[in-house]
């Protein structure tokens, strides 16, 4: 069995190739033709907050992916030398459901997520956006960056979070890395003030996306996930076009993003006002912008179906590089 760590899955992940990749993908998954339940949860510690394990299955019959994540979630870990979230992905063999390879899934799920946000821009973003606001400074934020800048032309990329220090590192070290001006924020407000795409990628537990702060025709990526807050505020839910990458999965997510919960629960929106699965543009079986006021918004929950199209792409690259280990089973 193959064994990738962080740095051969990195290595094997072209930003391009991967964002390419979600389209099918999503098409695949909006068709039902796809294996792919919603995930399961393993409650490790009982409380308000979510402390356990998360398995997210999915077989891919076009791409021949069979692979399942494990994704365990440790609130309890915030301020520690471990992440809160740390993930595994299995891949096996279609054919005989032999393991083939175990993957980092931490670095391959920033990827998957930011890639799909990205071709969410290319679905929804007006064709003239310039400015591309990343609100957060971690992992997740920076591929969003790297990913999503690679959809439209963009001539400025602004950075933004919850402190200072941490925003001035995270802008330093895209600029480095980005061909196009990148600027630290000194609040969300000023990051999304005439914005034409952003990123939400925060641990806000107050909305870091406002309504009041977009301006007409922005499109708005949503991420983040906080157990007891919100990224994205009512009046944004109620008024933006809702795009999701499964209604079901959107629906019933576990545990449940309050973003969508919330409004669901107090009939600001129904389950009616989700316009279209992103995998239902690409096929072109649903409509996404009509007009270049219109406010869209993106709002994702994570699906399997993603990791294992990922997955697939870094198992190809490293077989045909030679990355990881081989170890024994």
Same mark, same amino acid.
């Given at each position: 069995?193959?064994?990738?760590?962080?740095?051969?899955?990195?290595?094997?992940?072209?930003?391009?190739?991967?964002?390419?990749?979600?389209?099918?993908?999503? @098409?695949?998954?909006?068709?039902?033709?796809?294996?792919?339940?919603? $995930?399961?949860? =393993?409650?490790?510690?009982?409380?308000?907050?979510?402390?356990?394990?998360?398995?997210? *299955?999915?077989?891919?019959?076009?791409? %021949?992916?069979?692979?399942?994540?494990?994704?365990?979630?440790?609130? +309890?870990?915030?301020? =520690?030398?471990?992440?809160?979230?740390?993930?595994?992905?299995?891949?096996?063999?279609?054919?005989?459901?032999?393991?083939?390879?175990?993957?980092?899934?931490?670095?391959?799920?920033?990827?998957?997520?930011?890639?799909?946000?990205?071709?969410?821009?290319?679905?929804?973003?007006? @064709?003239?956006?310039?400015?591309? @606001?990343?609100? &957060?400074? &971690?992992?997740?934020?920076?591929?969003?960056? $790297?990913?999503?800048?690679?959809?439209?032309?963009?001539?400025?990329?602004?950075?933004? +979070?919850?402190?200072?220090?941490?925003?001035?590192?995270?802008?330093?070290?895209?600029?480095?890395?980005?061909?196009?001006?990148?600027?630290?924020?000194?609040?969300?407000?000023?990051?999304?003030? %005439?914005?034409?795409?952003?990123? %939400?990628?925060?641990?806000?537990?107050?909305?870091?996306?406002?309504?009041?702060?977009?301006?007409? &025709?922005?499109?708005?990526?949503?991420?983040?996930?906080? *157990?007891?807050?919100?990224?994205?505020?009512?009046? =944004?839910?109620?008024?933006?076009?809702?795009?999701? #990458?499964?209604?079901?999965?959107?629906?019933?997510?576990?545990?449940?993003?309050?973003?969508? @919960?919330? *409004?669901?629960?107090?009939?600001?929106?129904?389950?009616?006002?989700?316009?279209?699965?992103?995998?239902?543009?690409?096929?072109?079986?649903?409509?996404? $912008?009509?007009?270049? $006021?219109?406010?869209?918004?993106?709002?994702?929950?994570?699906?399997?179906?993603?990791?294992?199209?990922?997955?697939?792409?870094?198992?190809?690259?490293?077989? #045909?590089?030679?990355?990881?280990?081989?170890?024994?089973?």
């Amino acid at each position: 069995m193959l064994v990738l760590g962080r740095a051969d899955v990195e290595s094997a992940l072209d930003a391009d190739t991967l964002i390419d990749a979600m389209g099918p993908a999503m @098409a695949d998954l909006s068709a039902d033709r796809v294996s792919a339940p919603n $995930r399961t949860a =393993t409650v490790v510690a009982a409380g308000e907050t979510f402390t356990g394990l998360l398995d997210m *299955p999915a077989y891919v019959p076009s791409s %021949g992916a069979l692979t399942s994540k494990l994704v365990s979630v440790f609130p +309890g870990n915030t301020g =520690t030398e471990h992440p809160v979230r740390q993930a595994i992905v299995v891949v096996f063999d279609p054919r005989t459901g032999t393991p083939a390879a175990v993957l980092d899934g931490t670095s391959l799920t920033a990827a998957r997520t930011a890639a799909c946000s990205a071709l969410s821009a290319r679905l929804l973003a007006r @064709a003239d956006s310039e400015i591309l @606001a990343i609100l &957060g400074t &971690g992992v997740q934020a920076r591929a969003h960056a $790297r990913f999503v800048s690679r959809v439209r032309p963009f001539r400025q990329v602004r950075v933004a +979070g919850s402190d200072r220090d941490r925003t001035a590192a995270a802008a330093a070290a895209l600029a480095a890395e980005l061909d196009v001006e990148v600027a630290a924020a000194p609040f969300y407000q000023e990051a999304l003030d %005439g914005a034409d795409v952003v990123c %939400g990628a925060t641990f806000a537990a107050e909305p870091a996306i406002r309504r009041a702060w977009l301006a007409p &025709g922005t499109h708005v990526t949503s991420v983040g996930y906080h *157990p007891s807050g919100r990224e994205v505020d009512d009046e =944004t839910i109620a008024e933006a076009l809702l795009f999701v #990458e499964s209604r079901d999965a959107a629906l019933q997510a576990i545990p449940p993003n309050r973003d969508l @919960a919330e *409004p669901l629960q107090r009939g600001l929106i129904s389950a009616a006002d989700i316009r279209a699965e992103l995998g239902e543009l690409v096929a072109g079986t649903a409509v996404g $912008r009509t007009d270049d $006021r219109q406010l869209t918004l993106y709002k994702s929950v994570g699906v399997a179906v993603q990791d294992a199209a990922a997955a697939a792409l870094v198992l190809s690259v490293a077989q #045909e590089r030679g990355l990881g280990v081989h170890a024994p089973m």
